[in-house]
């Protein structure tokens, strides 16, 4: 059985889908390959047909949190707080647009309500489903330079940075050997990225990605500290790398969503 990805919902979706346009791919085929853990996508591909059709070439994710607003272009306050709310959100450079995906759970008896009327193309089921439901906001367009000119190797030397200060701060702590344990066992992991990425930025989407499974087990692990002073103390340690995890991962992605818009440039010309 396939493992269930790990990358954000939007990472995945803004990696395939500029992996598509670039290819001249299928767009529906594209979503299942990059959502193979979600049983219905709404308010999303007919958003990224248009965009497509108004001549983008990419799609970027950012992924914002409350302070730090990451890549997440210029937009009201209601996509701001939707976006950072949802810790992610994919947009387009050219016209200005993002969509923020939000979870919802169904079932046989709610299908319709909870998942919106497009789950009548779905048989039910009595086992509970999961959607992503996608909302589209307004936003202004980003000059493509501020994308394409990010610095991966910067991020990426931050990144090792941190995770080094991190062991130093923190020790053992029990946090190392509480997230060893509830790693999986199989050593072989599905991220869900599409091929023909370049290795440095597949290698710092899975590192980031990696880094945050850690981060989380570990702050889950530091709720049990000792005391508040020390729980307080490896919360920040981790959050600080989480920050860092969190910007290598963004950076990483936009890169690749770059790459596969220059790669489609290419094709068209």
Known sequence: MERVPELPAS??????????????????????????????????????????DLG???????LPRPGAAGLLPRCGTDAYGAATSAGEA????????????????FGADRELTAAGSDA????????????????????????????SGLDVTGVDRRLRTEVHAAIDRLGDG????????????QVERSWSLPPALPERVRGLLVRAGSILEITDAGLS????????????????VLLTLQGAAVEAM??????????????????RS
């Open 11 to 52: 990472v995945r979706v803004a990696l395939w889908t500029s992996f598509a346009w670039s290819a001249g791919a299928e767009q529906t085929a594209v979503l299942r390959r990059a959502l193979p853990d979600v049983d219905l996508v709404l308010g999303l591909e007919d958003k990224l047909r248009l965009w497509r």
């Open 221 to 236: 692990h530091a709720e049990g500290s000792s005391s508040v002073h020390l729980r307080a103390s490896r919360s920040a």
């Open 56 to 62: 983008e070439q990419a799609v970027y994710a950012a």
């Open 120 to 147: 009548r193309q779905r048989t039910a089921s009595r086992s509970p489903g999961l959607a992503v439901r996608w909302e589209s906001f307004d936003a202004e367009p980003v000059p493509v330079h501020r994308l």
């Open 250 to 267: 963004e950076t990483a992605a936009c890169a690749a969503s770059s790459y596969f818009a220059a790669q489609s440039r290419t094709t």
């Open 174 to 185: 029990g946090w190392v050997d509480a997230w060893q344990r509830e790693r999986p066992s």
């Open 90 to 105: 994919v947009f387009v450079a050219g016209v200005g647009g993002l969509a923020v995906p939000r979870l919802v759970t």
